[in-house]
C-alpha cells in the first residue's frame, strides 16, 4: 500500500475511534417538547446531558436555542445529550422558577449537576462543545494559570507519563474544541493541560511566540527520571486543529529511532504514512554506537518533521556508493530513495527543513559522478600534483583491509590504553580526503607490522567521536599519536607514506637514546643487531659514548634523544673511563699495526707519512705534559727521535663506517715552519692528514666539535659521502 492511502487509512481509522470510543445515548438529539419532570425521571447514572430551561414563549431566547440545536449532533458523538425544557407556568422550581436561571444552561452527569454555564458563554457550537468538555473532562485537563503550576504537574508526571500542554488565547474558540476533543480520546494516556496565561507561554518558549495564536507541546516528562531533570518539549508545528493534534501525537508516539534490517523501499513507519519523509542513517558494524546516538540526535531535531530509521549495511545488500551516509525516502509516491553524502548532522536538518537542499546535493554529486565517468574514459590525463587526492580519487570505492586496527571508541578508548603495551592511535575524520589517504598507509602498515610483538595499532573516526577527540585536544587531522600506559608519549610529525609510518612505530618501541651496559651490547648496536627487536629493520643509528667528565655533554645528548625518538635510532655507553681501543676488537687492531705489543695506555704516537709511515712514540718514562710533548715535537723536527716502527702498505678496512676514524678527519696538511733566528713553538696537529699527533685518550669535546665542522648541524650530502666511502678503502701510505 502506498504511504498516500496509507495516510488516509491513519486519518479514518482515528476518526472511526473516536466514533466507536463514544458511548450511545438513547437520545434522538434535541428534544423540544420535555417537561422538567419527564428530564429528571428519564436522568440516568453515568449518562451526561445539557439542558436549557425556558418558558413556552420565549423569544429572546431563539439565537441560543439555534446555536445549542447544532452543537446537539456534535455533543451526541461524544454521548451527551441535550435538552430543551418547557417550563410551565406555575412551575416555581430551582429551574424553572428564577428569572436568572432561565438564562442559563446546566450539565448533568446523571441527577448530579456539573457546571452552569450563562448562555452568553456558549455563543456558537465550537464554544457549547469546548466547555461541555472541558466542564466533563475536569480530572483529563487541569488548568494553570503560573509557572509553578505547571512544574508542579511535570514533576508529577516524571518518570510516569507524558504531557500534552496547550494555550490558547480565549476559552470557547475552535483551538480549544480542538485541544477537548484530543482530550476525550487521548485523556487517560497523556496528561492534558489548559492555559490562556500569556505569560505562561513565554515563560515555557525559548523564543518569543505569537501569543495571538494557539500553541501544542507535546512534554516527554516519560523520559526524565531524574527530579532535576527538565521534561523536553516538541511543538505542534501546523495549526491547532483535531486531525493536526492526533497526527502531532501519533508522532510522538513512534520510536525515536527506528531499526531497520530491510531495503529501505520496503521500509513503511507511521511517519511515511502521516505524510513525512524518513531519514536512514547507513550504518555499519564497528560504528554501530556511534551511528546509534548520532540517529537519536537527528531524531530529536527533526521530532514532528520527520522520521529517522537506522538501516546496518552488513545486514542489507545496497547497490549504492559505501561513501553515501544518508538515505532519504519521502511519502510521495513514485519518487525514489535518494542516497546522499552529507558531512554533519546541520546538513541532515537543513535537508529534511529546506526541501530545495535535496535538489541542489542530487546536482552536486551527479556533477562528481560525471567528473568521474570522464576521468575513467580519459586515460591520457594528466596525472594530479596532489598525490593525496589522486589517491583518494582511486581508491574511494575499495574496502581497506583494516583487521588488524583496534576501533576505538568512548567506551574502551581509555581502557585500551591502560595496558602496558604501547598503542598507536590514528585520529582521523572520515570525510576529509587527507585522513582517508593517510587511513589507506594505516592500513599497509597494519599489515607490515602483522605478528611483530609489542606493537599494537588502533584509530578513533573524530566524526563519529568528536568529543573523545577534543578531549584528547586533537585540533587537526589526521594525528598519529604513541600511547604508553594510557599517557601521551609522542606525536608523529614526518610523512604519511608506509614505509615512514612503519620506521615511526617501531622506532618508538625502544628507548632513545637505548642505554648501552656492556661493551658487546656497543658492537652489537654498531653491527645493527642491538637491540633485537629493530635488526631486520634499517635505521639511522647514532653511537654517544660518555665519561664521568662529560655530564653536561650526555644531558643534552639524551635530551636530543627524547626530541628525535621515533626517527633515529640513538645508543650511549657510559663508563667511568673513556671508551679505550684496547677495550675492543678494532682498538686491538689498530695497536698491533702500531706496536708489536699492546702497549699501556694512554700512549701519545706521531705518524710521519711522508717518510713511509713511521711511527714515532712519545717516551713512554715521561709524564705527558705540554712541556714535555713540546719538547718532543722540537726532537721529532730535529730528527733525534728514532721511529719505533713503521706501517705497512696493505689496505686497511674498518669493520664498519662508524670506526673508519681517519676519514672522519681532514685532509690539510699542517706546517711546521723552523725559520732562523726565531724559537720553533711547534703545536700539536689538528688532524691526521699530514704528520699526524695521536692519543688513546678522548680530546676536548669542545675543539672536537669545532675541528669537525659541527656534523650534527648540517646533513646535506650526507648519503652521497656515506657512498663514495664505502666505495674504496685509504691504503695507509695515501693518509
Not at 229 to 258: D, E, F, S
Not at 285 to 306: H, M, N, P, S
Amino acid at each position: 500500500m502506498s504511504a498516500q492511502k496509507d495516510r488516509w487509512v491513519s486519518l479514518l481509522v482515528f476518526l472511526l475511534f473516536c466514533a466507536s470510543s463514544i458511548p450511545r445515548s438513547g437520545s434522538l438529539g434535541l428534544q423540544q417538547e420535555l417537561s422538567p419532570q419527564h428530564y429528571f425521571s428519564g436522568l440516568e447514572a453515568g449518562k451526561a446531558s445539557l439542558a436549557f430551561f425556558t418558558p413556552s414563549v420565549s423569544p429572546g431566547a431563539q439565537p441560543f436555542l439555534e446555536q445549542i440545536e447544532s452543537s446537539a449532533e456534535a455533543l451526541q458523538d461524544y454521548g451527551i445529550s441535550v435538552v430543551k425544557v418547557n417550563c410551565p407556568k406555575e412551575d416555581a422550581s430551582r429551574y424553572c422558577g428564577k428569572e436568572n436561571a432561565l438564562r442559563k444552561a446546566f450539565l448533568f452527569r446523571g441527577n448530579r449537576l456539573i457546571r452552569e454555564f450563562p448562555t452568553d458563554a456558549l455563543f456558537d457550537v465550537n464554544s457549547v462543545v469546548a466547555n461541555v468538555l472541558f466542564a466533563l473532562l475536569f480530572n483529563e485537563v487541569k488548568y494553570v494559570e503560573t509557572l509553578a503550576d505547571l512544574e508542579n504537574v511535570e514533576n508529577v508526571l516524571k518518570g510516569k507519563s507524558n504531557m500534552v500542554f496547550a494555550y490558547v488565547p480565549a476559552t470557547g474558540t475552535a483551538e480549544h474544541r480542538a485541544v477537548m476533543e484530543a482530550a476525550f480520546v487521548y485523556g487517560t494516556i497523556h496528561q492534558f493541560v489548559l492555559t490562556t496565561e500569556a505569560v505562561l507561554l513565554k515563560a515555557t518558549s525559548h523564543d518569543d511566540p505569537d501569543v495571538s495564536s494557539a500553541w501544542l507541546l507535546f512534554c516527554h516528562c516519560q523520559l526524565a527520571t531524574d527530579p532535576a531533570q527538565p521534561c523536553r518539549r516538541t511543538a505542534l508545528g501546523q495549526p491547532l486543529t483535531l486531525l493536526n493534534i492526533h497526527r502531532h501525537l501519533k508522532l510522538m508516539g513512534a520510536p525515536l529511532v527506528t531499526e531497520v534490517a530491510e531495503d529501505p523501499e520496503k521500509v513503511s513507519t507511521v511517519h511515511l504514512q502521516l505524510g513525512l519523509p524518513l531519514v536512514f542513517i547507513l550504518s555499519q558494524k564497528e560504528t554501530y554506537e556511534a551511528d546509534r546516538r548520532t540517529a537519536e540526535f537527528v531524531a530529536w531535531q527533526l521530532l514532528g518533521k520527520a522520521g529517522v530509521a537506522l538501516l546496518s549495511r552488513d545486514l542489507v545488500d545496497l547497490n549504492v556508493l559505501h561513501r553515501s551516509n544518508i538515505a532519504l525516502k519521502t511519502p510521495d509516491e513514485g519518487m525514489p530513495i535518494q542516497y546522499l553524502v552529507l558531512e554533519d548532522t546541520d546538513e541532515v536538518i537543513t535537508l529534511v527543513e529546506d526541501k530545495s537542499k535535496v535538489k541542489q546535493i542530487q546536482e552536486d554529486e551527479e556533477e562528481e559522478e560525471e567528473e568521474d565517468e570522464d576521468e575513467k574514459e580519459n586515460n591520457n590525463q594528466d596525472i594530479q600534483d596532489d598525490q593525496v587526492v589522486e589517491a583518494v580519487s582511486r581508491d574511494k570505492k575499495r574496502e581497506l583491509p583494516l583487521e588488524q586496527v583496534l576501533v576505538l571508541t568512548e567506551e574502551n578508548f581509555h581502557s585500551s590504553l591502560s595496558e602496558a603495551a604501547p598503542t598507536v592511535v590514528l585520529f582521523y575524520a572520515s570525510w576529509e580526503a587527507v585522513s582517508l589517504a593517510v587511513l589507506r598507509s594505516y592500513s599497509e602498515v597494519a599489515a607490515h607490522l602483522k605478528g611483530t610483538p609489542g606493537v599494537l595499532l588502533s584509530r578513533v573516526n573524530c566524526w563519529d567521536w568528536p568529543g573523545l577527540c577534543s578531549q584528547e585536544n586533537v585540533t587537526q587531522f589526521p594525528t598519529i599519536r604513541i600511547y604508553k600506559e594510557g599517557h601521551q608519549s609522542r606525536t608523529y610529525n614526518g610523512m604519511w607514506g608506509t614505509e615512514e609510518l612503519s620506521s615511526f612505530i617501531l622506532l618508538s618501541q625502544v628507548s632513545c637514546p637505548l642505554k648501552l651496559a656492556t661493551m658487546d651490547e656497543a658492537e652489537g648496536y654498531l653491527r645493527g643487531e642491538f637491540p633485537p627487536e629493530l635488526s631486520s629493520h634499517h635505521h639511522t643509528s647514532l653511537l654517544g659514548v660518555f665519561s664521568t667528565a662529560t655530564s653536561e655533554a650526555r644531558a643534552a645528548f639524551e635530551e636530543a634523544g627524547n626530541i628525535l625518538s621515533g626517527h633515529v635510532r640513538m645508543g650511549m655507553y657510559f663508563e667511568d673511563d673513556a671508551l679505550a681501543l684496547k677495550k675492543t676488537p678494532v682498538g686491538h687492531g689498530i695497536l698491533r699495526k702500531y706496536f708489536s705489543t699492546t702497549p699501556s695506555l694512554p700512549v701519545l704516537l706521531w705518524v710521519n707519512l711522508h717518510a713511509g709511515g713511521q711511527v714515532f712514540k712519545f717516551p713512554p718514562e715521561q709524564s705527558i705534559t705540554e712541556m714535555n710533548i713540546l719538547s718532543w715535537l722540537e726532537k721529532l723536527q730535529a730528527g733525534l727521535e728514532i721511529p719505533s716502527s713503521a706501517l705497512s702498505e696493505e689496505d686497511w678496512k674498518p669493520p664498519l663506517p662508524a670506526y673508519d676514524f681517519l676519514q672522519m678527519m681532514e685532509p690539510s696538511v699542517p706546517e711546521l715552519s723552523a725559520r732562523s733566528g726565531d724559537t720553533a713553538v711547534p703545536h700539536p696537529p689538528k688532524s691526521p692528514g699530514g704528520d699526524t699527533a695521536a692519543t688513546g685518550e678522548e680530546p676536548p669535546q669542545e675543539s672536537t666539535a669545532e675541528e669537525v665542522g659541527s656534523p650534527g648541524r648540517d646533513l646535506r650530502g650526507t648519503a652521497s659521502r656515506l657512498a663514495a666511502r664505502d666505495k674504496q678503502g685509504k691504503r695507509h701510505s695515501e693518509l
